[in-house]
Structures are given as structure tokens and as C-alpha cells.
């Protein structure tokens, strides 16, 4: 699986949008992205997962650049549950995960 | 709530004891997987189970036992563990043949070995 890179925190006020980026400047041409987040003391919760054309569902919207090398989650109105640590995985579809990395630390503040 | 539970939610054991973790779940997953997240490391696969066969092993040493009686439950056992084992023990399932889309948690069980 292709590497990715994730700025390790970022805050955001609540009521604002939390854009989170994700370099993955290696990856293969049927490899996705996929987007999960963990709250504190949580299992990871999967959040949404794209090719190359951008998606959006009830929880966020991710924006995949033309080239693929990087991308972006868009949490529209952060509230204070949100918290959390977001993790970008690139994988071929119906493969395993072997790690998540050390993910993009969200913090939203009132 | 994901539909994956897991037992004990906390457990704390000596080197000498035999524990077993304990992950269920509701979705009709054929896919089942353990995990294992230690203090300031990334979450890290340990076993995968595909129709209760095991298909990956991410070299986990031996005082790690899995089973996987059916489709809907997995155990880890436990036994002469070493103090950094110490983690947080999360189970997942998914739908479909060798991983799928996306992978439902448990909440996870917080292991201390003393």
C-alpha cells in the first residue's frame, strides 16, 4: 500500500468547516482512498472512501485532486464531537489494512 | 454502537495467567479481524479471519492464540504475556472476502499486563 502523509494536529473552531489534507504521493492507479477517525478510547470508525472522482455522504465530503497524489476530508460544521484522530489510508479495494499510521490529531474548540 | 461488541472491556492479568479476549458481531460479516494499538504506535493488524478460516497471521508471536468457532465470534487468547503487551485490543468485521470496503470496530479491550 502506498505511503500517505498527514500534518500530525490541526484545531478548528466549532461551526466551521475542518478541511484535513492527505499527501499520498505514490499511489497506484487502483489504489483508493479511504478516511477513518478515531475518538479517544474508541475503535476506529470508518468515514468515507473514494478513486478519484470526489464523494460526499452524511458524514463528510472528500476531495481527491486531479492527479491523485493528494486529497482532502471535509468535516462542513465541526462540532465538539468530532475530536478525534483522523487517519488516510490508500488501499486496493478488499485488501487488509496493516496499519493505520499515526493520523492528523483534530481537536475542535467551542 | 457498530454492531461489533467485545469483552471484558478491561482486563488486567498477570504474566502467569491464561485470559481469553472475546468480540462478537451482529452485521452477518463473514470477515473478522484482530488489532492491537500500544501507547504512542499506529494500530497494527494481527489476524485476519475469512469464513472462520485464518487467512493472515502478521507475525504474532505464539502466546497470542485466535480462534474463530463461526462467522460471528472471535477469541484472542491469552497466556504468558510480557508486560509490554499492555494495549488496547480491537476486534473488526467486514463484509465480503479478503477485507472489503470498509471495516466496523469494536470499542476495543484495554489490556494491562502486570
Known amino acids: 500500500d502506498a505511503k500517505t502523509t498527514q500534518p500530525p494536529s490541526m484545531d478548528c473552531a466549532e461551526g466551521r468547516a475542518a478541511n484535513l489534507p492527505c499527501n499520498h504521493s505514490?499511489?497506484?492507479?487502483?489504489?483508493?482512498v479511504y478516511w477513518y477517525r478515531q475518538i479517544h478510547s474508541q475503535g476506529p470508525q470508518y468515514i468515507i472512501h473514494?478513486?478519484?472522482n470526489n464523494e460526499t455522504n452524511e458524514m463528510a465530503s472528500l476531495i481527491i485532486t486531479e492527479d491523485r497524489k493528494s486529497s482532502t476530508l471535509i468535516l462542513p460544521h465541526a462540532t465538539l464531537r468530532d475530536t478525534a484522530v483522523y487517519y488516510c489510508i490508500v488501499r486496493v479495494e478488499g485488501s487488509y489494512i496493516p496499519t493505520f499510521g499515526r493520523g492528523t490529531s483534530l481537536i475542535v474548540h467551542p | 454502537e457498530t454492531g461489533v461488541t467485545q469483552t471484558p472491556r478491561h482486563l488486567v492479568m498477570g504474566m502467569t495467567n491464561k485470559k481469553s479476549l472475546k468480540c462478537e458481531q451482529h452485521?452477518?460479516?463473514?470477515?473478522m479481524y484482530w488489532y492491537k494499538q500500544s501507547a504512542k504506535k499506529p494500530l497494527e493488524l494481527m489476524f485476519v479471519y475469512n469464513f472462520k478460516e485464518q487467512t493472515e497471521n502478521n507475525s504474532v508471536p505464539s502466546r497470542f492464540s485466535p480462534e474463530c468457532p463461526n462467522s460471528s465470534h472471535l477469541f484472542l487468547h491469552l497466556h504468558t504475556l510480557q508486560p509490554e503487551d499492555s494495549a488496547l485490543y480491537l476486534c473488526?468485521?467486514?463484509?465480503?472476502?479478503?477485507?472489503?470496503?470498509?471495516?466496523?470496530f469494536g470499542p476495543g479491550t484495554r489490556l494491562t499486563v502486570t
Open positions: 505514490t499511489i497506484s492507479g487502483n489504489e483508493y
Open positions: 473514494g478513486l478519484k
Open positions: 452485521l452477518g460479516h463473514n470477515a
Open positions: 473488526a468485521s467486514s463484509q465480503g472476502s479478503q477485507g472489503a470496503r470498509e471495516q466496523y
